[in-house]
């Protein structure tokens, strides 16, 4: 795949999270408690994220190149679409942002695209649902695909709220410039405190919550920065390699190992922190509905 350090440190991650996923829910299964199959198209569809983000799923032009913005502060990736371009074209002329702005912008943009990604994907397994759903006759089964279905636009609906919110952000930081006196930095929690605010939560939950995304944002900058040091570790192994000295080597073998093992690791604890975060909000948006 030629992913890079970080990239297969992500895909370790994703990965972890998908095996202890897909473990629960066999257990589920034998215990008779998935009946519909929704939680096992809900693996499905997750698996199918995560091949199509690392370019698994047999297409070439699928796999998310890496960017550089770890590197040098630059990008080597196109966002794939023109009002995103436009947007990212204007900010980086735009003289409102330092170098370090631009990372984290870049960043958001990079995050959105992400959520149109996954996006598309549900709505193509939805697609193939509805399609499934024309052609069941028994009684009993209809009334589940129906459920099923209600479920998957339920999620498609959240995921365009998402979207939309996310786009009027990009489109207003991107023109004005970052508001300093923001409550968060991160785009995931950002996305996360928008739609928490939107939920049937109380000023109590919600303050609660707040405080819970302050913890998560400090968990996502520490993942981050060691994804930046086993970055860096990454270039320092290529180039003691060419050198040929052993104990230099294996010095920065040994220090490579360990950045990589600790990036696993906080990518895992940052992914299952934000799936359960998204469950909450998700269970809040429900109410509203109901």
């Not at 080597?76 to 980086?92: G, M, N, Q, V, Y």
């Not at 944002?217 to 993942?223: D, G, N, S, T, W």
């Amino acid at each position: 795949l030629q992913l890079s350090a970080v990239k297969l440190a992500e895909l370790h991650s994703d990965l972890k999270i998908q095996e202890k996923d897909e473990l629960s829910w066999k257990k589920l299964k034998a215990e008779g408690l998935d009946e519909d199959g929704e939680k096992e198209a809900k693996l499905r569809r997750n698996l199918n994220v995560i091949m199509t983000k690392y370019g698994m799923n047999g297409k070439k032009d699928s796999q998310l190149v890496d960017t550089n913005y770890i590197k040098d502060g630059t990008e080597s990736d196109t966002l794939d679409d023109p009002r995103l371009e436009k947007l990212w074209s204007k900010a980086k002329t735009s003289g409102k942002f330092s170098d370090e702005e631009l990372d984290k912008l870049w960043r958001e943009f990079k995050h959105h695209k992400e959520k149109i990604r996954e996006y598309n994907i549900l709505l193509e397994t939805v697609s193939r649902t509805e399609d499934m759903h024309k052609n069941v006759i028994n009684p009993e089964e209809n009334l589940v695909k129906e459920e099923i279905l209600h479920n998957k636009h339920r999620e498609l609906k959240e995921k365009l709220r998402s979207i939309n919110q996310g786009f009027e952000r990009l489109r207003k930081v991107s023109h004005q410039g970052y508001d300093t006196t923001s409550e968060f930095e991160e785009p995931r929690v950002i996305d996360l405190w928008d739609m928490a605010k939107s939920a049937n939560f109380t000023e109590k939950e919600l303050e609660s919550f707040r405080e819970e995304l302050k913890h998560f944002e400090a968990k996502i900058e520490k993942h981050h920065h060691y994804q930046k040091q086993l970055e860096i570790s990454h270039q320092k192994l290529k180039h003691v390699e060419e050198t040929g000295d052993k104990d230099h080597l294996n010095r920065n073998k040994e220090k490579y190992a360990m950045l990589q093992e600790k990036t696993k690791e906080l990518g895992y604890k940052v992914k299952k922190h934000l799936q359960d975060l998204s469950s909450r909000i998700s269970q809040g948006l429900q109410h509203n509905e109901l």
